[in-house]
């Protein structure tokens, strides 16, 4: 992916009259029920990472559905392009469109997707919208590609602690199929991150797998606990207690 001074660039938008309609019918349909002292108030609650247009989630998603009325089903290029014009408009709630845009056609996608996961989760980056990408984009392209794999191993180690989150977070839905080596690989490897939103996807990932072999997690506590914040312990935990206490 090419880089600029202002961060990574974006993949190229290809051509598609899916997302040209797309487009059109939503910008008018958010911007008519637009709310601007919601919009403050969400704007403010989200740490002012972007500006907002004040839709309430029942409601934006009921416009989505108009919006989306009577489209066929998309192809790769078109999901490319629908989110990557929806990134370029500002407010938030463009964005959390393509994002459950791609969560209901990651089907529709080829490993070939997966740079344009990379920008969507580094270009103004926050939880609201790296979480759902991590689990159910790219977790969803990681398990039809395992190939994949050795990309979430790079993004691990990046110095970029949204691509860790999404590595770690990427096979939250896995269950049976999670590659265990690789999530309390990464976990390890991360232990001793400094950022909030890392220590708590540690925790999360683990906590999650637990519903799956509460054992497992419970023995890898038990035995690398130490190393990690009381956080993620914490987070780790839930529900299924340690053997003995852990955390620094």
């Not at 008519?32 to 004040?54: E, I, Q, T, W």
Request: net charge positive; proline share 7%; glycine share 4%.
């Amino acid at each position: 992916m090419r880089v600029t001074e202002d961060g990574p660039a974006p993949p190229r938008v290809p051509d598609s009259t899916t997302a040209d309609t797309v487009l059109e019918r939503l910008t008018a349909a958010y911007a008519s029920a637009s709310d601007p002292v919601a919009a403050a108030a969400m704007r403010a609650y989200m740490k002012d990472v972007a500006p907002f247009l004040g839709l309430k989630t029942p409601v934006r998603r009921a416009l989505s559905r108009t919006v989306e009325a009577g489209l066929p089903r998309p192809s790769e290029a078109d999901c490319t392009a629908v989110a990557l014009r929806c990134w370029e408009l500002p407010e938030r709630e463009y964005h959390y469109f393509a994002v459950d845009y791609l969560r209901r056609h990651a089907r529709r996608c080829s490993s070939g997707f997966l740079p344009v996961t990379r920008y969507l989760v580094t270009t103004v980056p926050w939880w609201d919208t790296v979480d759902p990408l991590a689990a159910h984009v790219v977790g969803a392209l990681v398990a039809a590609d395992p190939a994949l794999a050795a990309e979430m191993d790079r993004w691990s180690a990046d110095a970029d602690m949204w691509l860790v989150r999404t590595a770690l977070l990427h096979q939250l839905r896995h269950k049976e199929r999670t590659d265990t080596e690789r999530l309390f690989g990464y976990c390890l490897r991360q232990s001793g991150h400094p950022d909030f939103f890392v220590r708590k996807a540690i925790g999360w990932a683990l906590r999650e797998y637990a519903k799956t072999d509460p054992d497992a997690v419970r023995d890898f506590i038990a035995r690398e606990g130490d190393r990690f914040a009381p956080l993620s312990v914490r987070e780790a935990s839930k529900n299924i207690g340690v053997s003995r206490p852990v955390g620094r």
